[in-house]
């Protein structure tokens, strides 16, 4: 299994439909085949300066490939993520 996740911050303001267009935009990401476990988070720690996060699960490492090649993944990075969003930091975990 591989977890990966993402915390970032948007461009847009706290609170503006632009930022909540992008979270629920971001629900394509999780019907493509082979995500699962796929979660929008709000980041509330005082100990980091992200705004949100985005995990998800996949089965291995084939999954994985498939969904960052999916047609749906490579538009919203190109379409979405790399306009809206302001600094991000990216992390893939598998168990020990």
Known sequence: MIRHTVVFTLKHAAGSPE???????ALILERIPGVEKFERLRQV???ADF??????????QAA???????????????DRWVPEVLRFQE??????
């Open 19 to 25: 930022e909540q267009a992008f979270l629920g935009d």
């Open 64 to 78: 994985y490939r498939s969904y960052n090649d999916h047609p749906d993944h490579v538009a919203f990075v190109r």
């Open 91 to 96: 992390i893939d975990y598998v168990a020990l």
């Open 45 to 47: 720690s005082p100990k």
């Open 51 to 60: 705004d949100f996060g985005f995990s998800m699960e996949f089965a291995d």
